[in-house]
């Protein structure tokens, strides 16, 4: 059964005997960071209450650079001012789903967990949103004022439609960088027109007829300048887009190297649907029957599904096929029940890697370009259950810290060996 992240985060408190210190840190968090008493949405009444580090922690979030800390009445007026319009600034590059969440909060409606970490990640420390709380209940408050600014900001046609471009921005961008590493702003720029040639009936992303388009150029050079500052997934060099696993610049030049003579796949709508997400299509037929085998054969399902999203890194990033899967595979002493079912795994994971697009091909596949595929590969006893017991694992994202305590991320340091 899936476990709830709260679920989760109860287990671990308990298995490490760490209850009084959270208990600890939660009283810290609730004195510091929340407002006690009856609820507000008088943005200056509730400045007036906060505990300075609450104040503290949105100026520091919202301030300007190189703009020192005023005392506190000052800042009390400093902050009535720049909460409301630090939410006008930044909502054209709020994503879908986080608006969604701010108006859910607005609305007074429950919110799913990922979504109320989102809002404390996101709004609380922007002071968009505060949190309230009477004995041992808490509750999430938008004041009036930002009420007002998310208002103006849905009604204002000059906002909707810059919103609209920077959501067409964000898409191609991810789905860009998903699927070639590292592309240039030109392909950006057809991605981006090719998706409004494709939705022309709805208008999106488009400014008014007659608009320059140097002037529209700029634009999104300014937006993806600014995307980029906020997103995780990728960053700008020059003309470049860069994903951001390609950490130095010696690792995107030599996938610039490789890839060069081969032409950008030019991805359908729906296929930029797909990897605006993700490095792969996960519904891949043969992909999904591979996941269900090693499931099996792990008997721990977060195991698995660690191992194929280090496969997935392997193959599109890496150029990598089968074989290096099957070495994963021993150093992690995985075993399969019998060898129909390991012969059946691994057929279905090299058509997947072989139907999987790759960076090195500029978002092609293997398949879609010819080349050589080997359906039957040769099993070695080696991952054939003879007494073997159900493996335990916990998954480690890529970009954590490694668990050997070397300080590197997981994906530069130990991924794939036995932990």
Same mark, same amino acid.
């Given at each position: ?87 006008? +600034?930044?909502?054209?590059? !709020?994503? =879908? ?5 701010? /108006? #859910?909060? $607005?609305?007074? *409606?429950? &919110? @799913? ?88 009936? +709805?208008?999106?992303?488009? !400014?008014? =007829? ?5 002037? /529209? #150029?700029? $634009?999104?050079? *300014?937006? &993806? @300048? ?102 994963? /595979? ?90």
């Amino acid at each position: 059964m899936k476990k709830t992240i709260s679920e989760q985060a109860d287990y671990f408190i308990k298995e490490m005997g760490l209850e009084e210190e959270f208990e600890l840190m939660e009283h810290i968090y609730v004195e510091n960071f929340m407002i006690s008493g009856s609820e507000t949405d008088e943005l200056a009444v509730i400045l007036q209450r906060a505990h300075e580090s609450l104040l503290a922690l949105i100026w520091e979030t919202i301030r300007e650079e190189d703009t020192e800390s005023p005392g506190r009445e000052e800042l009390e007026k400093l902050l009535y001012e720049k909460i409301p319009a630090s939410l006008t +600034d930044e909502f054209i590059y !709020l994503r =879908e789903e986080q608006i969604h969440v701010l /108006l #859910k909060v $607005m609305a007074n *409606q429950p &919110l @799913e967990e990922e979504e109320l970490l989102s809002a404390h990640e996101l709004f609380v420390k922007r002071g968009w949103v505060f949190m309230f709380t009477l004995g041992d209940q808490s509750v999430l408050i938008v004041t009036k004022e930002v009420r007002e600014a998310v208002q103006n900001c849905l009604e204002d046609e000059q906002t909707k439609m810059l919103l609209a471009m920077v959501v067409i921005m964000r898409r191609v961008a991810w789905a860009g960088v998903n699927l070639y590493g590292v592309l240039e702003r030109r392909q950006y720029y057809q991605m981006y027109y090719k998706y409004l040639d494709k939705h022309e009936d +709805d208008n999106a992303g488009r !400014l008014p =007829e007659g608009y320059p388009d140097e002037a /529209l #150029k700029l $634009m999104m050079d *300014q937006g &993806l @300048e600014e995307l980029a500052e906020r997103e995780e997934i990728f960053r700008l060099e020059g003309d470049y887009i860069i994903h951001s696993d390609l950490e130095d610049k010696s690792d995107y030049m030599l996938l610039l190297r490789t890839a060069r003579g081969k032409e950008y796949y030019s991805p359908t709508p729906e296929e930029e649907e797909i990897y605006k997400n993700s490095l792969i299509d996960q519904q891949n037929r043969y992909y999904q029957k591979a996941l269900r085998l090693l499931k099996q054969a792990c008997g721990a399902w977060e195991l698995a599904g660690n191992l194929m999203y280090e496969f997935e890194y392997k193959v599109v990033e890496e150029d990598r096929g089968w074989r290096e899967m099957l070495d994963i /595979l021993l150093r992690q002493e995985i075993v399969f029940k019998d060898k129909p079912a390991a012969e059946l795994f691994f057929q279905n994971l090299s058509r997947w890697t072989h139907e999987a697009k790759r960076w090195c091909n500029r978002g092609y596949s293997n398949k879609e370009l010819e080349l050589e595929f080997k359906e039957r590969p040769i099993i070695p006893d080696s991952v054939i259950r003879q007494n073997s017991s159900n493996i335990k694992g916990k998954k480690i994202g890529r970009n954590d810290p490694c668990p050997c305590g070397s300080g590197k991320k997981y994906k530069k340091c130990c991924l794939g060996k036995v932990w």
